[in-house]
């Protein structure tokens, strides 16, 4: 089947960009999505990317499609301690319905 | 407040011992889906549905069974359950599935099985 990668683990200071990366195996992916998990809790959607766009801002959050390189990226400007967290990256391709998701990158922030 | 309701958050049973875990979503969404998340491994589908009396199965279905009698709700139904079902179990609902849409998700059920 298709396959999403993610780093299982990613640390930072607080004040610093994170930036969490994601490749995925399957060229007719049309939505790449990244949720959080914090935790004790459920996933929750933070942005999404169409497969036709390279970047997508929101915020403080900053998200880049390679499409030929299949790798997508999510910056974190100014990273909180709020931040910690798990992220999920997720890829939905044309005709499916059903999300594949990444094992999920752990986030921490220390002070 | 639009949500997905699972219950119960916390459940540790005995091996054999049928149990059901409810998921509610008030959000009038078509798609609904199970997930299991384990240390290492991620999330993985167990079972999906399109819509009501419509459900497929997903990347681990073995063990599991679930039903789509009414939109709103998609029961989760171990009917032996036995300890490698130790696991967090999400439940999801999307509007039409995938796309711009993204799902939203309940906020869990860590059962034990002993």
């Known amino acids: 089947g298709e396959d999403v990668e993610q780093s299982l683990f990613l640390s930072v200071r607080e004040g610093d960009s994170s930036v969490i990366n994601c490749t995925y195996t399957?060229?007719?992916?049309?939505?790449l999505y990244w949720y959080k998990q914090e935790p004790g809790a459920g996933l929750q959607l933070l942005t999404y990317?169409?497969?036709?766009?390279d970047m997508k801002q929101d915020q403080r959050l900053t998200v880049l499609l390679n499409k030929k390189d299949k790798h997508l990226s999510l910056r974190i400007a100014d990273t909180q301690t709020g931040d910690s967290a798990i992220y999920f990256c997720?890829?939905?391709?044309?005709?499916?319905?059903?999300?594949?998701f990444g094992r999920g990158t752990s986030l921490i922030v220390h002070p | 407040e639009a949500q997905v309701t699972q219950n119960p958050r916390y459940l540790i049973t005995v091996t054999g011992k049928k149990l059901t875990v409810t998921c509610s979503q008030n959000?009038?969404?078509?798609?609904m889906s199970w997930y299991r998340q384990d240390p290492g491994l991620g999330l993985r589908q167990i079972y999906y549905?399109?819509?009501?009396?419509?459900?497929d199965k997903g990347d681990v279905p073995e063990g599991y069974k679930v039903s789509r009698k009414e939109k709103r709700n998609f029961p989760l139904i171990l009917e032996s359950p036995s300890p490698n079902q130790t696991s967090l179990y999400f439940c999801a609902s999307s509007l039409r599935g995938g796309a711009n849409y993204g799902y939203t998700f309940g906020s869990g059920t860590r059962l034990t099985v002993v």
């Open positions: 997720a890829e939905i391709s044309g005709g499916s319905y059903i999300p594949t």
């Open positions: 549905s399109m819509n009501v009396e419509v459900t």
């Open positions: 399957d060229s007719s992916s049309t939505y």
């Open positions: 990317i169409f497969s036709n766009m």
């Open positions: 959000m009038n969404h078509e798609y």
